[in-house]
């Protein structure tokens, strides 16, 4: 037998909420994007032992890592460099794809206005 809990009952509802709303909801100048969104579900102690770090600037940003074989340019349909990113991004961009045997051309810079957080 099944026991339900409030708890229980109203942490499904929230998730399924928030997974909806993660999903599904998008600042309109990020439209453009077309993106495809990734949501990993579980509770820290289940997840914790897939969960590894990396650096960016002086924060410490926790990802999962998931095989996805980004280096076949039909899998790529366009790269968008963010509009705080050097001036020299898409040329450093290109001749790094090139030293991965890729050549890819579809490569735009923001126009979205950059805000530091």
Do not use: C, Q
């Not at 997840?47 to 899998?75: A, D, F, Q």
């Not at 020299?88 to 991965?100: G, V």
């Amino acid at each position: 037998m099944v026991k339900h809990t409030f708890a229980g009952e109203l942490r499904k509802h929230l998730m399924g909420t928030l997974i909806y709303r993660s999903l599904t909801t998008k600042h309109p100048a990020y439209e453009h994007e077309d993106e495809v969104r990734l949501i990993i579900a579980g509770t820290p102690d289940k997840l914790l032992k897939y969960v590894k770090t990396r650096l960016r600037g002086s924060e410490m940003v926790p990802y999962i890592p998931l095989p996805w074989p980004v280096r076949k340019p039909e899998n790529v349909a366009k790269i968008v460099i963010g509009p705080a990113a050097p001036l020299d991004a898409e040329r450093t961009l290109k001749k790094f794809l090139t030293t991965l045997g890729m050549k890819f051309d579809n490569i735009t810079r923001s126009d979205i206005p950059y805000r530091a957080l």
